[in-house]
Nanobody
């Protein structure tokens, strides 16, 4: 099981980015895929997840309405489209594969396979 996150960068406030999480060694039907982020000096937090097997998706309140998670089975890749980015979205974003993603819940402890992070910096 391997996950490769990419797509981070520097963007101005109000801008957009799309992160990609390419999975290998399993299919997207096998695990839920979650996005997490960790800002300097802060604990890692859940951002969003998707479970194709359960047809569920979760968004943290801080990103609801601004971020959209999607999956491309053919490419075995999960995307996190981020709109209206703000400085407080600055963090290292990581993707992980796990067991649970409900519409109203995701938890870091349920994710067992982690990819490396990609830096997102929102600054003018």
């Amino acid at each position: 099981v391997q996950l490769q996150a990419s797509g981070g960068g520097l963007v101005q406030p109000g801008g957009s980015l799309r992160l990609s999480c390419a999975a290998s060694g399993f299919t997207l039907d096998d695990y839920a895929i979650g996005w997490f982020r960790q800002a300097p000096g802060k604990e890692r937090e859940e951002v969003s997840c998707v479970s194709l097997s359960d047809s569920s998706a979760y968004y943290a309140n801080s990103v609801k309405g601004r971020f959209t998670i999607s999956a491309d089975n053919a490419k075995n890749t999960v995307y996190l489209q981020m709109y209206s980015l703000q400085p407080e979205d600055t963090a290292v974003y990581s993707c992980a594969a796990g067991d649970i993603c409900y519409n109203d819940y995701m938890g870091e402890g349920d994710y067992h396979y982690w990819g490396q992070g990609t830096q997102v910096t929102v600054s003018s």
